[in-house]
């Protein structure tokens, strides 16, 4: 009876992704008589006691203790010295596994999780007695502690405390407040998670994607080789190399020279930041000239001005959002260069192309110098100025005018980066668009013109607050940057690697044939629904390339009918649009039939709303929804294993249909679920709970996916272990 039952428990919990990738190389067995939770030993080995039988959540939280200890510790029995580290290390892990995972004010399995949890490390004079908790886990070589020992380990615990922690809590540090997970939902401002969600429909690249297995793959790999150097003493080293390693992947990605042409950044507005640090040491006043603002980050507007664009930066200094930043000069200037007109319709390309024209002429004739953004793309997917036309009219100010290409979406190939960068424009990019990394991994391309200003004078002092020596070119303009590390952004990179390295796996030729069939698909689903009204997008004009797929529109925007609209279509307004998006990331169930819950209960991530001026819609401005296709619908993820291409595609599609119909299903009850105003979650209802949802890794419709192999190598071991 001890074995089926924790078997069943152990299994539903290995369901859960975010546990899968340690449990690979451990062997799980049973035996009842273990007094403590689990113990253990050499060559990965766990053994899981009579405890370790209970509510799910908990069994999760031991199982995790248990892995991380496994993983540390290796095939050799450490000596006391390794030994306590590697018990408060993966201590402190399953604590912030568990404060994550827990509703907040659950009784913790243990009474050390609050104090290993915690910002700060133990006190000296506690270490003693909480490794002797910690030590039955582990079986560790004979020693005794001395004085000596817990000095030194508590030396190493306020250094490492930091760096300590699962993967999902560490890749939301290094950012803003954007990043911090809501307790109440387990996501965060853009409503996705930094742990896998395949149970969710997923097609929010155009503004941000909880990790796939895939991704969470990669960046879990890069935390183990650090919580191992933390362990070591050697982080330091660890994570300069991880950085020249993440700027050298991105070099030849874009077809750069190397990494010393790559700056990363945690946000696109970071990144713009860095732009005009970099036009500024030109000596000259510098004018920003913005295309459609609204259409890229809400923070690129302050960024341009040289002025702080939220409350906290990247490295977590504290500033006052709209205060300049030490350093930047404070003349400079911001013009905005719109693409709509005031009806929400695209201004042709000759008057905007005048316009720019005219800013350039007027911005020069005062001595000032021009830093012009471009957009490839911008949030609906719109590729402006014309670009032969901006090249034309640089060539006419030779020296005068940077260029920027806020490519932050990242659907271009990578021959069109280098064609930009051979004209002498930076190009900003994500992995957290269409890559479909995490959210907050950013970088800075820069041409050999762009780079060669760094080899002298120093970017403003403020610059400090936001970026690293290691993350941009070594240079002697850049000597006053922090000389930390933001373990954070390269762990996110990792991340965001592993999704691009899957989809340069893929031919050229069936990424434009996937992106084509889905997008197709999709837009005829919106034009037959009569709730939504598309908003017809330009594809992106471009040189035609021998197997493109770029120039197709991969963001499908619609406006979506008032609830209150009966004759004709009355968009509905921004605000609302707003609550629309978050009740389709929500548990809707209650508010709907019983024939209609199924539906309800999915949960759609899908892109932010988009402000659209429009006379009809209350406030005068409608909000865009967006279906958006990215890499990972591309190239697949761990979740689709069993399925072939074709049917594989036919679910994203069939996933896509359903959140279409979710919408005009929430329209038909908006009244009742506006008054209940559900939040969003990270798993469906109950789902780390007994009696919770039994196959968390089937996502949306079509067949279920097999049962991952380490969950089968996991059933193996349990069949052969004690019982």
């Not at 340690?22 to 799980?28: F, K, M, Q, W």
């Not at 697949?636 to 036919?650: I, K, Q, V, Y």
């Amino acid at each position: 009876m001890f074995a089926r039952n924790l078997t069943e428990t152990l299994l539903h919990v290995l369901d859960r992704p975010e546990l899968r990738l340690l449990a690979a190389e451990c062997r799980i067995v049973l035996d009842p008589s273990v007094a403590h939770p689990f113990h253990v030993r050499g060559g990965g080995q766990i053994v899981l006691g009579a405890p370790c039988l209970g509510e799910r959540r908990v069994v999760a939280f031991h199982l995790r203790h248990a892995l991380e200890l496994a993983v540390l510790s290796g095939h050799e029995t450490p000596d006391l010295a390794q030994a306590v580290k590697i018990s408060f290390s993966a201590a402190r892990t399953a604590a912030r596994f568990w404060m994550l995972d827990a509703p907040a004010g659950l009784p913790a399995p243990e009474a050390w999780v609050r104090a290993c949890a915690s910002r700060t490390p133990p006190a000296r004079e506690d270490l003693p007695q909480l490794f002797a908790v910690l030590r039955p886990l582990l079986t560790v070589l004979d020693g005794r502690a001395d004085e000596a020992l817990w000095a030194d380990v508590h030396m190493w615990l306020v250094q490492a405390w930091p760096l300590i922690g699962p993967v999902e809590a560490l890749m939301a540090e290094g950012g803003d407040a954007r990043l911090t997970i809501d307790a109440r939902t387990g996501l965060n401002h853009y409503g996705c998670s930094h742990r896998p969600r395949p149970w969710a429909v997923t097609f929010a690249s155009s503004t941000a994607s909880s990790l796939s297995e895939r991704g969470f793959g990669g960046g879990e790999m890069a935390r183990i080789a650090l919580a191992r150097a933390v362990v070591e003493g050697r982080a330091p080293q660890m994570l300069q190399d991880l950085a020249l390693e993440v700027r050298g992947f991105l070099a030849s990605w874009y077809g750069l020279l190397g990494p010393d042409h790559v700056v990363l950044a945690s946000s696109g507005t970071d990144c713009a930041l860095g732009v005009l640090a970099l036009s500024i040491l030109q000596g000259q006043p510098v004018t920003t000239v913005l295309t459609a603002p609204e259409e890229t980050g809400s923070g690129v507007p302050l960024a341009s001005h040289g002025r702080h664009f939220a409350q906290e930066t990247a490295l977590g200094a504290s500033v006052c959002k709209g205060d300049l930043v030490a350093g930047f000069p404070d003349d400079t200037r911001c013009l905005t260069l719109p693409l709509r007109d005031e009806h929400g319709r695209l201004l042709p390309d000759a008057e905007v192309m005048a316009a720019c024209a005219e800013y350039i002429r007027t911005e020069l004739a005062q001595g000032r110098r021009v830093l012009l953004h471009v957009l490839d793309l911008s949030k609906t997917g719109l590729l402006a100025p014309d670009l032969d036309a901006l090249a034309t009219l640089c060539a006419a100010y030779p020296g005068q005018v940077d260029v920027v290409v806020d490519a932050c979406q990242a659907r271009v190939m990578p021959e069109r980066v280098q064609a930009y960068l051979a004209h002498g424009w930076a190009v900003m990019v994500t992995g957290s668009k269409f890559f479909t990394g995490p959210p907050f991994c950013g970088a800075l391309l820069l041409p050999e013109c762009w780079k060669k200003r760094l080899d002298q004078g120093a970017l403003p002092e403020g610059l400090a607050a936001y970026a690293n020596q290691c993350e941009w070119p070594a240079s002697l303009a850049c000597r006053g940057l922090a000389a930390g590390f933001n373990h954070g952004l390269l762990l996110r990179w990792r991340a965001a690697q592993a999704e691009m390295a899957a989809l340069g796996a893929i031919p050229p030729r069936l990424v434009a044939e996937r992106l084509n069939r889905f997008l197709a698909a999709v837009t005829q689903g919106i034009e037959e629904n009569a709730d939504l009204q598309f908003l017809p997008q330009p594809a992106p004009q471009r040189v035609v390339l021998p197997e493109d797929w770029d120039r197709q529109q991969t963001i499908l925007s619609f406006l979506v009918r008032a609830p209150e609209g009966r004759a004709g279509m009355v968009p509905l307004d921004l605000a609302r649009c707003r609550k629309l998006y978050q009740w389709l990331n929500a548990d809707v169930s209650p508010y709907v039939p019983q024939n209609r819950k199924a539906l309800a209960a999915l949960l759609c991530h899908i892109g932010q709303p988009v402000s659209v001026p429009c006379r009809e819609a209350a406030g005068g401005v409608a909000g865009a929804l967006r279906i958006s296709a990215g890499a990972r619908l591309v190239s697949g993820e761990p979740s689709h294993e069993g399925l072939d291409a074709t049917a594989r595609m036919s679910r994203e599609i069939q996933d896509a249909l359903r959140v279409l119909e979710k919408i005009s299903l929430i329209l038909a009850h908006w009244d009742a679920i506006a008054q209940a105003d559900p939040l969003p979650s990270y798993a469906p209802c109950g789902a780390f709970e007994e009696g919770g949802d039994e196959s968390l890794w089937s996502q949306g419709s079509g067949p279920e996916p097999k049962r991952p192999d380490v969950v089968r190598r996991a059933i193996s071991a349990l069949a052969l272990g004690g019982s």
